[in-house]
């Protein structure tokens, strides 16, 4: 494949974009700041990285080097995931976590499997769960920091699930180097600084703000070595107990406690919920996409994410436009190619507002969720993009029968940690992992309150529309149900050649709803303009929610910003610090090696051999 290298540019000295009004209305409009899950902080160049062997993509260079290691010492993908999970827990604890859920695909170099660890509503949880009152919506911010947010944590469980039947190290040895870390401590990073300054929620509970901030109320400074003490007990519990220790006993008492007791709006999680959950296995959602060079068989997470679908659904809707062999001629992608893509995106997110949710709730359109990436039916939509952006977009109609759903209403939403492993032996994965908005809840969880330290609870129900219906009395798909899964847009992709089968790339980001935009423009950059993954992460960022155009401050030029204001876009941009990780399977000197790439926006590194 040729690698354009002169495309893997510098980040700095780009030149900026403005923002712009064109007055569009589209069918739903994002929230007016667009806020991303997690803040900017510093910018790093990253090199790209080759490896010959196996290679571990992860948002924090300790958790990258302890999946490392566990390959090294012959550890499967699996294994090594786990190890880096659990550093994730303790060195960026904002992003991801036991307190929340997970998507894994794997690839055991025969199949691919789909392991869903996304958290669950309680039994006891009504639609009307984030409604006030008089039956309006709850203010996001005050919905998101209380118990009521908190779903039934599910990635240690998945992760379990997946262990036994793929892993190869013993299960306790995999939480080795969290505890090591846990316990001699971790510098603070500039990134974790950051956020921790920037939050205004975090210091109202008492554990976390014992942890992650002094006495005057200044966080920790960059450098400064965090120990845990009570996450390395906990983690021994789960490395010798597996996820019962997590579901029952003294860890589970404390986070019901946590969900229950809160004090303004407090949730109504219970231990039997905690002992009932069960992480599932799903069949992956694999399509067809013709590159630049070749087939491509893309295989992502089906319902209850709506990833695997949106990005399809862009990436197929965008071949047929005009704009679809258009190569970049810069440092950003030209404004035909951002409108045609725009357009493409609208129609996407119509779909995914009216039909994706849990799938054990919810039909899928047609019959089958492969439905919405059909031929004939991305046919029938790409007859919509027209030269100027759209003033209304309504969902397809990808089968015979009438959908019953009312479409979601627009709502903040919030994630994530990205992790990409290949392993020596031929098993792949891609997992993104979530406690959703940054420190999920902002509830830390102890079992002994004089033991430092502890581990962060999701707020994933946020996720579900707070709307159940629209004003004609109409169900949201998407809205609260006991038990039920809420929609996510992770996208872990894997990336396969159609004709011979061989596994070329693993991918996926953190970053909301612009998951699905961060995945698309890396999967674009990597097979349509040939550019390495470190060059395609480094692209500029840009996408829509289904209102205005998000483009990544900084980063696109004037003439870019005019052009689509004059085919009717409404431009805004904003810093789009998306975690982005990749790894692809290239050749060089007539050898198979790995490429990496990590995301300069993050801290991320991709560590092997």
Same mark, same amino acid.
């Given at each position: 494949m040729a690698i354009r290298l002169a495309l893997q540019f510098a980040l700095c000295g780009l030149l900026s974009a403005c923002a712009g009004s064109a007055g569009t209305k589209p069918f739903i409009s994002q929230p007016a700041t667009a806020t991303q899950p997690e803040g900017a902080s510093a910018i790093s160049a990253k090199p790209g990285w080759v490896h010959k062997r196996q290679a571990v993509a992860a948002a924090n260079p300790l958790a990258a080097e302890a999946g490392a290691n566990i390959l090294r010492t012959g550890g499967s993908a699996v294994d090594a995931a786990i190890a880096v999970q659990m550093v994730l827990t303790l060195v960026e604890p904002q992003s991801s976590g036991i307190g929340g859920g997970a998507f894994l695909l794997h690839h055991d170099g025969k199949r691919v499997q789909a392991f869903d660890g996304r958290e669950t509503a309680p039994a006891a949880a009504t639609d009307t769960l984030f409604l006030d009152d008089q039956g309006e919506p709850l203010p996001f911010p005050v919905a998101v920091n209380s118990g009521s947010a908190v779903g039934v944590p599910g990635a240690l469980a998945m992760l379990a699930m997946v262990h036994q039947e793929h892993g190869r190290l013993p299960w306790d040895r995999l939480f080795e180097p969290a505890i090591s870390l846990a316990e001699r401590g971790f510098a603070v990073s500039q990134r974790l600084h950051t956020l921790l300054k920037d939050d205004a929620t975090l210091r109202r509970d008492p554990v976390a703000n014992a942890y992650f901030y002094r006495a005057d109320g200044t966080p920790h400074p960059v450098g400064h070595v965090l120990r845990n003490p009570e996450l390395a007990h906990v983690l021994r519990?789960?490395?010798?107990?597996?996820?019962? +220790?997590?579901?029952?006993?003294?860890? +589970? !008492?404390?986070? /019901?406690?946590?969900?229950?007791?809160?004090?303004?709006?407090?949730?109504?999680?219970?231990?039997?919920?905690?002992?009932? =959950?069960?992480?599932?296995?799903?069949?992956?959602?694999?399509?067809?996409?013709? +590159?630049?060079?070749?087939?491509?068989?893309?295989?992502?997470?089906?319902?209850?994410?709506?990833?695997?679908?949106?990005?399809?659904?862009?990436?197929?809707?965008?071949?047929?436009?005009?704009?679809?062999?258009t190569m970049m001629a810069g440092n950003a992608p030209p404004a035909d190619w951002l409108h045609h893509y725009a357009e493409a995106s609208r129609l996407a997110f119509a779909d995914r507002a009216q039909y994706v949710a849990d799938p054990d709730f919810v039909a899928a359109p047609g019959g089958q969720w492969i439905s919405l990436l059909g031929p004939a039916y991305l046919d029938q939509r790409a007859r919509l993009i027209?030269?100027?952006?759209?003033?209304?977009?309504?969902?397809?109609?990808?089968?015979?029968?009438?959908?019953?759903?009312?479409?979601?209403?627009? !709502?903040?939403? =919030?994630?994530?940690?990205?992790?990409?492993?290949?392993?020596?032996?031929?098993?792949?994965?891609?997992?993104?992992?979530?406690?959703?908005?940054?420190?999920?809840?902002?509830?830390? /969880?102890?079992?002994?309150?004089?033991?430092?330290?502890?581990?962060?609870?999701?707020?994933?129900?946020?996720?579900?529309?707070?709307?159940?219906?629209? *004003?004609?009395?109409?169900?949201?798909?998407?809205?609260?149900?006991?038990?039920?899964?809420?929609?996510?847009?992770?996208?872990?992709?894997?990336?396969?050649?159609?004709?011979?089968?061989?596994?070329?790339?693993?991918?996926?980001?953190?970053?909301? *709803?612009?998951?699905?935009?961060?995945? *698309?423009?890396?999967?674009?950059?990597? =097979?349509?303009?040939g550019l390495t993954p470190q060059a395609a992460i480094d692209l500029p960022n840009f996408g829509t929610l289904g209102g205005p155009l998000i483009l990544e401050a900084g980063r696109f030029p004037q003439a870019t910003v005019q052009a689509l204001q004059r085919r009717g876009h409404e431009v805004r941009d904003m810093p789009m610090p998306s975690g982005l990780q990749a790894i692809q399977r290239a050749e060089r000197n007539g050898q198979k090696i790995w490429l990496g790439g990590a995301d300069p926006r993050r801290e991320g590194i991709v560590s092997g051999e």
């Amino acid at each position: 494949m040729a690698i354009r290298l002169a495309l893997q540019f510098a980040l700095c000295g780009l030149l900026s974009a403005c923002a712009g009004s064109a007055g569009t209305k589209p069918f739903i409009s994002q929230p007016a700041t667009a806020t991303q899950p997690e803040g900017a902080s510093a910018i790093s160049a990253k090199p790209g990285w080759v490896h010959k062997r196996q290679a571990v993509a992860a948002a924090n260079p300790l958790a990258a080097e302890a999946g490392a290691n566990i390959l090294r010492t012959g550890g499967s993908a699996v294994d090594a995931a786990i190890a880096v999970q659990m550093v994730l827990t303790l060195v960026e604890p904002q992003s991801s976590g036991i307190g929340g859920g997970a998507f894994l695909l794997h690839h055991d170099g025969k199949r691919v499997q789909a392991f869903d660890g996304r958290e669950t509503a309680p039994a006891a949880a009504t639609d009307t769960l984030f409604l006030d009152d008089q039956g309006e919506p709850l203010p996001f911010p005050v919905a998101v920091n209380s118990g009521s947010a908190v779903g039934v944590p599910g990635a240690l469980a998945m992760l379990a699930m997946v262990h036994q039947e793929h892993g190869r190290l013993p299960w306790d040895r995999l939480f080795e180097p969290a505890i090591s870390l846990a316990e001699r401590g971790f510098a603070v990073s500039q990134r974790l600084h950051t956020l921790l300054k920037d939050d205004a929620t975090l210091r109202r509970d008492p554990v976390a703000n014992a942890y992650f901030y002094r006495a005057d109320g200044t966080p920790h400074p960059v450098g400064h070595v965090l120990r845990n003490p009570e996450l390395a007990h906990v983690l021994r519990q789960l490395g010798a107990h597996g996820p019962a +220790a997590l579901h029952e006993g003294p860890v +589970a !008492q404390a986070i /019901v406690n946590k969900v229950q007791q809160h004090a303004s709006l407090p949730g109504r999680m219970s231990l039997d919920d905690l002992q009932r =959950y069960r992480p599932k296995t799903r069949e992956a959602l694999c399509h067809d996409h013709a +590159a630049a060079e070749r087939t491509l068989r893309i295989c992502g997470f089906p319902p209850p994410s709506s990833g695997a679908i949106a990005v399809g659904q862009i990436l197929g809707l965008l071949a047929r436009t005009p704009s679809a062999r258009t190569m970049m001629a810069g440092n950003a992608p030209p404004a035909d190619w951002l409108h045609h893509y725009a357009e493409a995106s609208r129609l996407a997110f119509a779909d995914r507002a009216q039909y994706v949710a849990d799938p054990d709730f919810v039909a899928a359109p047609g019959g089958q969720w492969i439905s919405l990436l059909g031929p004939a039916y991305l046919d029938q939509r790409a007859r919509l993009i027209g030269d100027k952006a759209a003033t209304s977009v309504t969902h397809g109609q990808p089968g015979p029968a009438t959908s019953a759903w009312a479409p979601m209403p627009a !709502q903040p939403e =919030y994630g994530t940690s990205h992790i990409s492993i290949v392993d020596a032996r031929g098993n792949a994965l891609s997992m993104t992992t979530t406690i959703e908005a940054a420190f999920g809840a902002r509830l830390m /969880v102890t079992t002994d309150p004089t033991r430092p330290g502890g581990f962060l609870l999701n707020n994933q129900l946020t996720d579900f529309s707070f709307m159940p219906r629209n *004003a004609e009395g109409r169900p949201v798909a998407n809205r609260v149900e006991p038990g039920k899964r809420p929609r996510s847009s992770m996208s872990p992709t894997l990336v396969f050649d159609r004709d011979s089968g061989e596994l070329l790339a693993s991918t996926g980001s953190p970053g909301g *709803a612009f998951i699905i935009h961060f995945t *698309a423009k890396t999967l674009h950059g990597m =097979y349509q303009w040939g550019l390495t993954p470190q060059a395609a992460i480094d692209l500029p960022n840009f996408g829509t929610l289904g209102g205005p155009l998000i483009l990544e401050a900084g980063r696109f030029p004037q003439a870019t910003v005019q052009a689509l204001q004059r085919r009717g876009h409404e431009v805004r941009d904003m810093p789009m610090p998306s975690g982005l990780q990749a790894i692809q399977r290239a050749e060089r000197n007539g050898q198979k090696i790995w490429l990496g790439g990590a995301d300069p926006r993050r801290e991320g590194i991709v560590s092997g051999e």
